[in-house]
């Protein structure tokens, strides 16, 4: 596994062995920052289920200004922590703790995002809630963008009020879905 493109393009990341984690493959990451574009430059991105942190680190790479990743696995966070050293760490913060704890304790920080990523396990039942819980506590800005990756062959989370799901792409077993915040519709 490694960062595709920008300032560590090339650099290599730490995995845990066996199948603590499934990290995002690289053609789906190509595909999925691409779609996402200029929406990267100078985003605040939220790393959630981050696992080995490929995710918030390839948009670091492309000029995001700040990453903060959640793992709540506790040897999957020490190896996150290690990939995490390519970065100034003014740039990213870091949270071992389950996701929906780690929603609150930024409501309470008053943080937002501009970018956030949902990735969790696929059997688990926990995009749906997660995505919803991120979304009533208003953790993303009205400009921003909450991509879902989710098993192909299900649907991805119904969005609430406000917000509207704007495409669905699917590679292999792996879907990526973009869902953005509605201006009065």
Not at 29 to 35: D, H
Not at 43 to 59: I, K, M, N, P, Q
Not at 135 to 151: A, F, M, N, Q
Request: aromatic share 8%; net charge positive.
């Amino acid at each position: 596994m490694r960062i595709i493109a920008g300032q560590w393009k090339g650099r290599r990341l730490s995995a845990p062995k066996g199948k603590v984690t499934r990290p995002t493959p690289d053609r789906v990451r190509e595909a999925l920052f691409s779609i996402l574009g200029a929406r990267i430059e100078d985003a605040s991105v939220l790393d959630l289920f981050a696992g080995t942190g490929c995710l918030g680190l390839e948009a670091l790479s492309r000029g995001a200004k700040h990453s903060h990743f959640v793992e709540k696995d506790r040897r999957v966070f020490g190896i996150l922590q290690e990939n995490l050293q390519i970065a100034d760490s003014a740039r990213v913060s870091s949270m071992n703790s389950p996701a929906q704890r780690a929603l609150r304790v930024f409501k309470k920080q008053e943080r937002s995002f501009d970018l956030a990523f949902l990735d969790p396990p696929y059997d688990h039942g926990l995009l749906e809630p997660t995505f919803h819980n991120l979304l009533e506590l208003g953790l993303v800005r009205p400009s921003g963008t909450v991509v879902c990756e989710h098993y192909s062959k299900t649907e991805p989370p119904s969005p609430i009020e406000s917000w509207s799901l704007v495409s669905t792409r699917v590679f292999g077993d792996v879907g990526v879905s973009f869902f953005e915040f509605r201006d009065g519709e």
